[in-house]
Every structure is written in C-alpha cells, then in structure tokens.
C-alpha cells in the first residue's frame, strides 16, 4: 500500500518524539564521555508486589491447585545454580528445593511455601538458610519445611479437580527417560490422581511477567547501564593478538566490579570467522589485525539481564567492507526502532528493518536484488536476504534473557523491555549447502565474487529498547554505535593494558590461531 508523503512525514515526527533519552539527556548517540548515571539505590521490591502477582496468577488460572517448583539445589554445593525465574517472579525467594502452592477455590485463595529447614551443619557448607520462619516473615506466606510438600499436596489433590504445573505431564516414563523433577512428581501424581485435569499454568504467567512494573523497568535500566560500562572497557581494550577470553575476561570483571549478579548468558566473543557464528561461545581464539570482533554479553542485576551486542574492529579502524556491512546493518536497526510506538507490532518492525537489509545488501552486490530468491528445496524459492540474515529481529528481556513481552502478545505499550538486534553473517561457507539447482548454481556465479571480498565479516549490532509511561528510552546508547564513534572510544587508552602479560597470553595463542 502506497502512503503519501504527508504521513511519511506524521511517522517520522512521531519515531522521534518516543525514542527519547531522559529528560536532561542529549539525544545524540554515545559521548566519549559517557559515564554509568549516578543513581540512588533501587528499592526492594515490596512484599505486596509479589502477593499482587500470585492473586493475579489465581485469578487468570481459575479454580484448582497450582504448583510452582523452585530450582533444584546442585548435586555438589560448589556447582553454579540459579533460581527459576518463574518462582523468583512469584516470591523473591532464591533459595534452592523451594516450592510454592496456590489454592483457588471461587472467592478463597490459599498460599503455602514450603522451604529448606534451618540446618546448622548445611548451614557452615552452604550459608544460612531462610527456614520456614524466615520464609514467612519475608513474604508474609505461611511457610512449612520442604518434606512436607508431597504429602499436603496429595491432601490438597485428594479434593480438587485440576492442578496447574508448569511442566507438561511426561508422556515417555520408561526407564531410560529423561524427567526433570516437576516432570517426576507430575508422573507420580496422574497416576495416583487419575481424573484429575492438569493444565498449563505458563501462558498465563508468562502474560503477567511479559508487561514489566517500573521496578522491573529500573532493574533492567540498571544491568544495561553496568552492560553499556563493560562494553565501553572492551572497545579500549581490544587490539590485535589479544585472545577473545581476554575481552571476555574484561566484561565480566566488569559486570561483577560494578555490582551485576554476573553474565546473564554465556558471553559470546567471536573474532574473525567466529563473528558469523550466532551463538558462538567457546571465547578462545586469538584476534588478527584487519579482522572484526562481535562481542554478544550482558549481565544480570538483581535478577534481571540486560543483552546488548556490538562489532568492532579489531585494529580500531574499519575496512571499506567491514564498514559497508556495518552501515547496512545500523540503518536496519535505525530504521526498526523508528518504528516503536504505543500500538506497533513486531511486524512492523520487521519489515522496516528486512527492508533495510534486503536494499542494502543489493547494493553491496551480495544478493541480486531487494526481491532477489533462491532454491531451497523441495521446490521452494527462498528470500537471497536470508543467506546473510537467518535469525529474528528482536526478543523481550527481564528475569530470563529471552523473557515474555507485551509487545509480543499483544503490542507495543509501557511496560515492554526488548532488544533490536539485526545482523548480517557472510560465512565462508555461505553457498556451499544449497541444492544443486541451475538456478543455484548461476547465482553462486553472479554472487561468489563478491562474497568472497566479504568472506568471515558478521555484524550484529543489539541495543536495549524500554517503554515507560515517559516513552521509549535507547538504555544502552551509552555504547557507541555510529563507526566514527566506535573507532573514537577505541583510541581511548584501557586501564586493563598495563598489566597485560602478553608472553602468557601467548601460550594459548600458537594452537589456537587461525
């Protein structure tokens, strides 16, 4: 549908109006300046707020029993654990082999936690738990110990019709399954319950963590700002023949030296041929000079990660080419966030930024043309764009990376937290799995050649998109995105060079480079 230039105009007007900065804050791009804004302490969040979300989850839910597990302890204390989010989102409690109970039954409501009790001798090993009193005092739940919690949920199950889980019932019990320990304790349960109805609790609780408090929102701006901060630090840092654990090594001290809980998800640091992988992370290779470094890292602050992506080069300046991609790929992410605003939809999105893309790449000459396709098989015909751009556009975050958002259910409105995040990936093997088609094969011709000028450069460029009742806020613009901002910071001398030890580094070097 043709739109006149009036409501082009109208659009644009409108894009600029909601992707604001806060107040007091310029609306250019990153300073070589920036600084992690001096901000006081967030408030808990209250009690209330989390007896507000379990209401909430009944009355979505209905009549029944609803049982949310925590996470399991680890099988050694030592070993890394982390909450589930969905029990963290409905209590605040962190702690391990924790589970909740919710009982609906018209007009009453019913809470039970059921916690780890207070065992000294644990305790030396493990630090000091809650215990049933703590539980309550913190929650203002009534709290029992957790080897109770299989016997007062039979009682319970003994009189209800339907249990709500967040697991599906295991269809596979044979001995060699794979049951996690909700799915064990669902297996248990149908089988002495038979009539009893167990239905999905999770789209009902993924509704209410998709439309993000202003508590939330802050958390979120927070890990940004400290994500935004180890960003910065590794731009300074980077240089040829450094290893990518080492700018690993940097962002994650710097999460940690601010304040962040630690990486969100497992960092991704990919220089070189490893750029074009999307969730590369093995972070050990050694960095060569004219190639790029895609660095994909976030941290968590209080439970809530922020995920944020920029490419660089690894020398500081940028190549005709490595620049050209680079370009393409920004005016995408430009030309997505322009269109946030109350009521748009990630269509929307998407088709402004594969827009940006689909032109772009035309005229680099990596595709044939906007509309330009290819054989995928089985007698289809495949956009070319999807050769150098092959995953989505964008995702909510909060308590998990890839957590619910309204925009995705519904729209764009306050209370969305996402990422942008449009990338190009000319792998080396780009052309070497298509179907050996005529068609094919002429376009490998027309094509290869200037691929090969392209060849291992990937470019994904993330930023972080919050929308409060103020409008939409850029809250990792403290990150350069703009290449002559890029190669500024990078100029910038790093307070991690002075204590390098180059001759140690080196030792992983030799087997690794490539």
Known sequence: MKRTHRFLLYTIVLSTLWVLPPAGEAQSDSSPGWRIPELAAPEPIPAAAYADRRRALMDALGDGVTVIWGARAPAQDYLPYQQNPAFRYLTGIEEPDAALMLVKQGERHEERLFVLPRNPSREAWEGIRLGPAGATALTNVAAMPTDSTMAVLERLLAQATTLFALASVPSDVAFDAQL???????????????????????????????????????????????????????????APDM???????????????????????????????????????????????????????????DGYSSDVTRTIPINGTFTTEQRSLYEVVLAAQKAAEAQIRQGARWQDLNAAASAALSSGLSRLGLIDGPEATYDCGAGRSCPQLRLFYFH???????????????????????????????????????FDHLPDTPANRAMIDRLRPTADRYRNIGVRIEDVYIFDANGVERASRGVPREPAEVEALMKQASTFAADRRADVIAWRCPRVRT
């Open 180 to 238: 996690d320990y909700e799915q064990q304790v669902l297996a248990r349960i149908v089988a002495r319950y038979p009539r009893l109805q167990v239905r999905p609790a999770g789209r009902a609780l993924n509704a209410l963590r998709a439309r993000k408090s202003p508590a939330e929102l802050d958390r979120l701006r927070r890990a940004t700002y400290l994500t935004a901060e180890a960003h910065r630090q590794a731009m300074m840092a980077t």
């Open 243 to 301: 290893n990518e654990f080492e700018i690993r090594a940097i962002v994650e001290y710097t999460f940690l030296r601010h304040g962040g809980d630690g990486a969100g998800y497992a960092s991704i640091v990919g220089s070189g041929p490893n750029s074009t992988t999307l969730h590369y992370n093995a972070n050990d290779r050694c960095m060569n000079d004219g190639e790029v470094l895609l660095f994909d890292v976030g941290t968590y602050y």
């Open 392 to 430: 989505g556009l964008g995702h909510g975050i909060g308590l998990e990376v890839h957590d619910p958002d309204i925009s995705q259910m519904e729209t764009f409105q306050p209370g969305s937290a996402v990422t942008i995040e449009p990338g190009l990936y000319v792998r080396a093997d780009v």
